[in-house]
């Protein structure tokens, strides 16, 4: 816990009730005092030291930091690492096994992730999804010069489910200082020709090649099943999601493979606007963000197939995915 105030010159100057905040706060942080003695030291009671504990908190006099040496360094990371040929696995390990703690963890570990690695005059290929807005959620503002964020996929939507593209591509932008290049398309087109006639215009030709030429991804990989968002966003036909349950593992910048890692279904892929498979596998660091039960199947065919380089998962997801690809990566030592 250290003291960390930086005084932004739009707040209002520092009062007399935060000129005691600030001496609880260093009494209490930084010389360690109980809040018993930090009330005797002051001279108030000792709710009184908690309200300006608190007061210090909102205020932004002290910031709170919790290093878990779990999410770095462990036994199971090191096997992830080596079965998949990465280069860095960071684990979540979350207080409770809900939906919205896999969220919140995943989006944290990303956003520290990519704190560390997106450095001056770099483009930056952004997918969406919920896990990509939870990480755009927890980015920091970060001291960088000359990014550019690139949208990897068309997001407009065709029903009343959002994608939360922009709002993604936007916190990116805003932490590090970035210009963006948006693709204000859906990701699916209704046709094939449709989708080459859109392909052909200047602007939306060069945000492509743009994704195309990017120094890092991030992205996230889905499940498919009847509530996935790719499947309830006004794209595809009954038919075309019938097909796609049967078929396909999962999805990867809207990029549907099956178990296999081939095209679960070429004629919704040739509609696809976004980067390809492919192209995602060529980026020099591709960070890929994933957690849950249900995407085991989909996280460990695209490590499998090389879609990532650097990845943040939960730890229970970790050993089943390590138990999916065989017996050498199935025993956690940790």
């Not at 046709?191 to 030709?205: F, M």
Request: proline share 4%; with cysteine; charged share 25%.
């Amino acid at each position: 816990m250290i003291p960390a105030y930086r005084p932004d010159p739009e707040e209002p100057p520092v009062d007399a009730r935060d000129e005691q905040a600030l001496t609880a706060v260093k009494l209490y942080f930084e010389r360690g005092m109980s809040q018993a003695e930090v009330a005797a030291e002051l001279g108030v009671s000792r709710p009184t030291v908690a309200k300006l504990i608190q007061l210090g908190k909102q205020r932004g006099f002290v910031t709170i930091e919790i290093h878990d040496p779990r999410e770095v360094d462990s036994a199971l990371a090191k096997q992830l690492v080596s079965r998949f040929g990465l280069a860095d696995v960071r684990l979540a390990h979350l207080p409770r096994d809900t939906d919205a703690d896999l969220l919140r963890e995943l989006g944290k570990l990303g956003a520290a992730a990519l704190q560390e690695l997106v450095t001056d005059d770099m483009k930056v290929g952004v997918s969406w999804g919920d896990t990509m807005y939870s990480v755009a959620a927890q980015l920091e503002h970060t001291d960088r010069r000359g990014v550019e964020i690139v949208q990897l996929k068309g997001g407009t939507s065709h029903s009343e489910r959002s994608t939360f593209d922009l709002e993604t591509i936007n916190s990116f932008c805003l932490a590090f200082n970035a210009t963006a290049r948006t693709l204000p398309l859906p990701v699916i087109f209704d046709s094939e020709e449709t989708k080459r006639i859109v392909e052909q215009d200047r602007h939306i030709s060069r945000i492509l090649a743009a994704g195309r030429d990017t120094d890092l991804v991030t992205f996230t990989v889905g499940d498919v099943h009847r509530g996935s968002l790719l499947l309830n966003l006004g794209y595809l036909s009954e038919d075309e999601v019938d097909q796609l349950l049967d078929r396909a593992a999962g999805d990867a910048c809207s990029r549907f493979f099956t178990a296999d890692g081939e095209i679960a279904l070429p004629s919704i892929d040739d509609r696809t606007v976004g980067i390809t498979l492919d192209e995602l596998a060529s980026r020099p660091i591709r960070l890929l963000i994933a957690g849950g039960a249900a995407k085991t199947t989909a996280i460990s065919t695209a490590l499998d197939m090389g879609l990532a380089t650097h990845l943040i998962i939960d730890r229970p997801t970790a050993l089943r995915v390590l138990d999916a690809a065989g017996p050498a990566g199935s025993d956690d030592t940790v």
